[in-house]
């Protein structure tokens, strides 16, 4: 096989020719839109880190959800921000709280919308640590129970996949028991599993107001230096204990971690396009600097081809709208 009888570029000669041999496309089956909610009325709060994503009150949140349904778009991941903070992260789980409110009213309106809860206290604690504290430890096996009391009042709220993002060990056990037990056994499991301790998440914590108000998350999260095998012990641990889909997250910086995962287990593989990832890209789009469509595209395209399933990414009304105008 040498040249002139192989002739890679007649693989390319033509749009059509590429686009029948492209392995690797896109679809708004592959795309999870976060979104974020707050308490009020008639509100719609910019994230000055995160152009273009907004913190909606229930109302403006039902408008955002209809664009995403007009879109194509299948699936969307909650996150809600509480009018109070405190130690216990109560806001978490309460029956009246802003993201059981807000699945309520979303699967009322649009019954087939694949709703997607993020389940953690980091947004719902006065100090910002997705755990319970004393002397400014975070406590694993006590916040276990807070965790699980979360992902079932989501559950009954009308969740239909519950997403442990707070990296506690045996957090998975502790929901999948909790759920099964109150009757929601077909309720899915979406685990964060391969979290790591990013500097990435900085947009986030200013559109969720999930700073940590001492130290960091190095105790829980990954450290971006450890090992591929210890993702995907952190992975086995979590499919063992009941998770139905695993995510990686971030993505870009962690390829490498999507490919091995998806090599090692069967079940679904996520990855989370992460708010400085994003950020990144709209503003040297708005610099002028970069064409934010196709950098976009190909970016997606080299997280499915590192073996995503799924792609939660703030680009997916945006990507949903660009695909209809082929």
């Given at each position: 096989m040498s040249f002139p009888v192989t002739r890679m570029r007649r693989l390319r000669k033509t749009p059509t020719i590429r686009n029948v041999l492209r392995d690797v496309k896109i679809s708004v089956d592959d795309l999870i839109y976060p979104l974020f909610v707050i308490h009020g009325e008639n509100t719609k709060n910019p994230v000055p880190s995160m152009p273009e994503v907004y913190q909606f009150s229930i109302d403006n949140l039902l408008l955002e959800v209809e664009k995403v349904v007009k879109s194509g778009l299948k699936s969307i991941l909650l996150f809600g921000i509480p009018e109070t903070k405190d130690a216990l992260g109560s806001g978490a789980y309460v029956e009246d709280g802003i993201i059981q409110k807000a699945v309520f009213n979303v699967k009322k309106e649009?019954?087939?919308?694949?709703?997607?809860?993020?389940?953690?206290?980091?947004?719902?604690?006065?100090?910002?640590?997705?755990?319970?504290?004393?002397?400014?430890?975070?406590?694993?096996?006590?916040?276990?129970?807070?965790?699980?009391?979360?992902?079932?009042?989501?559950?009954?709220?009308?969740?239909?996949?519950?997403?442990?993002?707070?990296?506690?060990?045996?957090?998975?056990?502790?929901?999948?028991?909790?759920?099964?037990?109150?009757?929601?056994?077909?309720?899915?499991?979406?685990?964060?599993?391969?979290?790591?301790?990013?500097?990435?998440?900085?947009?986030?914590?200013?559109?969720?107001?999930?700073?940590?108000?001492?130290?960091?998350?190095?105790?829980?999260?990954?450290?971006?230096?450890?090992?591929?095998?210890?993702?995907?012990?952190?992975?086995?641990?979590?499919?063992?204990?009941?998770?139905?889909?695993?995510?990686?997250?971030?993505?870009?910086?962690?390829?490498?971690?999507?490919?091995?995962?998806?090599?090692?287990?069967?079940?679904?593989?996520?990855?989370?396009?992460v708010s400085g990832e994003y950020a990144m890209v709209k503003a040297a789009a708005q610099k002028g600097w970069l064409n934010e469509k196709k950098v976009v595209m190909e970016l997606m395209t080299g997280l499915k081809r590192a073996g995503s399933d799924l792609i939660l990414t703030y680009h997916a009304l945006d990507i949903a709208n660009w695909l209809q105008e082929v």
């Amino acid at each position: 096989m040498s040249f002139p009888v192989t002739r890679m570029r007649r693989l390319r000669k033509t749009p059509t020719i590429r686009n029948v041999l492209r392995d690797v496309k896109i679809s708004v089956d592959d795309l999870i839109y976060p979104l974020f909610v707050i308490h009020g009325e008639n509100t719609k709060n910019p994230v000055p880190s995160m152009p273009e994503v907004y913190q909606f009150s229930i109302d403006n949140l039902l408008l955002e959800v209809e664009k995403v349904v007009k879109s194509g778009l299948k699936s969307i991941l909650l996150f809600g921000i509480p009018e109070t903070k405190d130690a216990l992260g109560s806001g978490a789980y309460v029956e009246d709280g802003i993201i059981q409110k807000a699945v309520f009213n979303v699967k009322k309106e649009f019954p087939d919308l694949l709703v997607i809860t993020d389940v953690c206290l980091c947004e719902y604690t006065d100090h910002g640590h997705c755990g319970l504290i004393d002397n400014k430890q975070i406590l694993n096996d006590p916040t276990l129970e807070l965790l699980a009391k979360t992902a079932v009042s989501h559950a009954q709220a009308g969740a239909d996949i519950v997403a442990p993002s707070d990296m506690m060990d045996g957090r998975i056990a502790a929901i999948r028991k909790a759920l099964d037990n109150n009757g929601f056994e077909d309720i899915l499991i979406m685990s964060y599993s391969a979290k790591y301790a990013s500097a990435f998440y900085g947009p986030f914590r200013d559109a969720a107001g999930s700073a940590p108000q001492f130290g960091d998350r190095n105790t829980y999260q990954m450290d971006p230096g450890s090992s591929v095998k210890q993702a995907i012990m952190e992975t086995a641990l979590d499919i063992e204990e009941g998770a139905d889909i695993v995510m990686v997250k971030p993505a870009l910086a962690y390829m490498d971690i999507i490919k091995s995962i998806c090599n090692e287990f069967l079940c679904p593989v996520a990855s989370y396009n992460v708010s400085g990832e994003y950020a990144m890209v709209k503003a040297a789009a708005q610099k002028g600097w970069l064409n934010e469509k196709k950098v976009v595209m190909e970016l997606m395209t080299g997280l499915k081809r590192a073996g995503s399933d799924l792609i939660l990414t703030y680009h997916a009304l945006d990507i949903a709208n660009w695909l209809q105008e082929v």
